[in-house]
């Protein structure tokens, strides 16, 4: 997400045509029924001087079964640095070339695979920081002077909230306290005048390394990093305090759960700390705006990409067993998740690149194709697909504002963009657009609902959510741009479709309660 392009970067990228913004995923554990044998170390000594690379082992079984793989590892020249025992789920480091081979043979491992095609050795901090369009001291001042009696300054830039109704959900509630949405991503400035009295430091930490470090601001974003995270916070939790902006469910709790390298990987093991941090954490809802790196399609008939699918999926399914609506933005390539065949010309990321087509059905962007996980398209300022959204019956749960160039969908005045207005780091405020944007709309409804609704379960929001839903029917034709050629096209009917998935999201009824 951190690069333009025409499909998702290492941060859910924007096309070519909007590069002014940001271009800008458990199984249960088996108990086992008795102690498993384990494949005896090598007889001969393994090779350390490869490069260091990362991997995770995905453990079948209990506590026994782990303890005996834990071994094996050792033996194959592996390094635990941390084990989640909840999901199975252990991440290594090794300079064996053949780790993940020997221990895919050891008994108790379902499968194991490289995180990345990159040696860790070769991760750099590098400026990332993604393209901005900044609100100016103009806009500012005239949105000030608009903003009627009970909003915050900035808000009639907002067209977002009235396309789902949450000006409207404000006059009856605005969320509580008690509900936490966790933002996996590149970090969250927590000092920021509309986040810090709602953030939540109990439930923030980083998760780069694949284990937790909860050391004070370490969910924040370096000087040179994203400032992605900080944005998608805002959109969900900005404080209706008199300052900026307002979030769709401002009076709820956000965390940051880092998960972004310093150059704007987002590798598996980082994913799944952050969601087994939240799920220990309490939190209610989890944001996704990224895909999982480095593959846009993570194939699981590859005996690497496999186990990062199968990682991914124990982590996401955990998360909601202990009551989090995990919720994903689907994607900004234009792409249809639900057709046979895609060209995927971007992965592996983190080294070369090479042409691959697929059939998404088999090899899922994830976490957003993941079991259980909310896919959310993007819409502009005239409730239409977003020109870059992609979409797919069957993938698509649901539609929310994520913006689009003002030249395919202009917003009514006061408001100047055609992109969502959130929160920067250090203070400011700023344009980007994406299904990264569209996301948080959806988690910050789920949180109005949870505060509704505070003993409805993951399933239970996740449902109303969805039978809440304004109806969309497909648009058809397709033509975003107007030059007479069909951009996409919409399959379903007006209930249920590839672009709007269930339908607009609805603040309003989130708190009719």
């Known amino acids: 997400m951190a690069h333009l392009g025409t499909g998702r970067g290492r941060i859910l990228a924007l096309p070519a045509g909007l590069a002014l913004t940001a271009s800008l995923g458990l199984l249960p554990v088996a108990t086992a029924s008795a102690s498993p ?6 007889a001969t000594a393994v090779a350390t001087n490869g490069p260091k690379m990362s991997y995770v082992v995905n453990v079948t079984g209990g506590q026994s079964t782990a303890k005996a793989v834990k071994k094996a590892i050792a033996a194959a020249g592996g390094t635990v640095v941390i084990a989640y025992d909840q999901i199975g789920v252990i991440v290594v480091h090794s300079q064996n070339p053949e780790f993940a081979k020997t221990i895919r043979g050891v008994r108790g491992v379902k499968s194991a695979g490289a995180t990345r095609t990159a040696p860790l050795t070769a991760q750099t901090t590098t400026d990332v920081k993604t393209a901005e369009q900044p609100l100016s001291a103009a806009e500012a001042q005239a949105a000030a002077a608009e903003a009627a009696d009970g909003q915050d300054p900035f808000e009639p830039l907002q067209w977002d909230l009235p396309a789902i109704k949450a000006d409207k959900a404000h006059e009856k509630s605005l969320g509580s306290k008690k509900v936490t949405v966790a933002v996996l991503d590149t970090g969250v400035d927590d000092t920021h005048p509309d986040l810090a009295p709602n953030f939540d430091r109990t439930a923030s930490a980083n998760c780069v390394t694949g284990a937790p470090d909860t050391t004070e601001g370490s969910w924040r974003p370096g000087p040179q990093e994203s400032d992605h995270g900080t944005h998608v916070a805002g959109t969900i939790a900005a404080a209706k305090n008199g300052v900026g902006i307002t979030g769709v469910a401002p009076g709820v709790k956000v965390s940051g759960i880092k998960v972004s390298t310093p150059d704007g990987f987002f590798y598996t093991e980082s994913v799944v700390c952050g969601f087994v941090w939240a799920a220990e954490h309490g939190v209610e809802v989890t944001n996704n705006s990224y895909y999982v790196d480095p593959w846009l399609y993570t194939c699981k008939n590859d005996a690497d990409q496999g186990a990062l699918v ?6 996401t399914r955990y998360a909601e067993r202990k009551g989090a609506v995990n919720v994903a933005a689907a994607g900004n390539s234009r792409t249809d998740l639900a057709s046979d065949e895609v060209v995927d010309k971007s992965s592996p990321n983190d080294t070369t690149p090479v042409e691959r087509v697929v059939d998404p059905s088999e090899c899922p962007d994830v976490p957003t194709m993941l079991d259980g996980v909310v896919t ?37 005045a006061p408001a100047v963009s055609g992109l969502i207005l959130s929160t920067l780091p250090g203070g400011r405020y700023g344009y980007k657009g994406g299904t990264s944007m569209a996301s948080p709309h959806v988690a910050g409804v789920a949180a109005l609902i949870k505060s509704t609704r505070p003993y409805a379960s993951a399933a239970q929001v996740k449902a109303l959510l969805y039978k809440q839903a304004d109806d969309m029917a497909c648009t058809d034709p397709y033509d975003i741009n107007g030059d007479g050629t069909v951009d996409a096209v919409c399959e379903g009917g007006k209930r249920d479709n590839g672009f709007y998935g269930t339908g607009m999201t609805d603040a309003l009824d989130a708190v009719r309660g």
């Open 37 to 42: 044998t384990t494949q005896e170390a090598p």
């Open 376 to 412: 959310v398209s993007a819409t502009g300022a005239k409730g239409l697909k977003a020109s870059y959204s992609n979409y797919g019956l069957g993938v698509v749960d649901i539609a929310a504002p994520g913006g689009d160039s003002t030249a395919y969908q202009p917003p009514q």
């Open 310 to 315: 199968e990682a991914l999926q124990r982590a």
